[in-house]
């Protein structure tokens, strides 16, 4: 099936491309517009996109707040990054290998392997979540960072 030479025009992809952005980061300017207003402004019907007086306050509150929502934050986010860190580390250090290893070398049974690999890599995260758990709990990893690494 062909498709129409108008439509993979040059003079097509600069405005298509413009308006798949906008769409794009339209969420994003939103939250940050919205990070930058007072709540009674945030809370205003119609919303404004752009607040009126801009603010730092949320931020200020978000890291000095001893107690309440945002208690925990610098500490959530403290362990957010260990933990991201050293998960991308070991996937690299396992990963890169197994990479090459497919790439270059002649296995036996290659095509069944990397069948199983991508079926594993398209099983949902969510799926396993309560056997994790399960072997978490039954080596008394829970509520430590081995048990998220």
Known sequence: MRTHPLLMSPHWLFPGLIIMGAFTLFPFLWLVSSSLQYQSELLSTPP???PSRPTLENYIRLFT???GLFSNFT???RNS???ALFTTVLSLIAGTP???AFARLELPKKGPLLLGLLVLVMLPA???LI???VIAKQLSLLNTWTALV
């Open 65 to 67: 707040a001893n107690q």
């Open 131 to 133: 056997p994790l758990f």
């Open 98 to 100: 197994a990479g090459y």
């Open 48 to 50: 404004h996109l752009m």
């Open 75 to 77: 500490l959530a986010l």
């Open 126 to 128: 969510f799926t396993v």
């Open 81 to 83: 990054v260990i933990v």
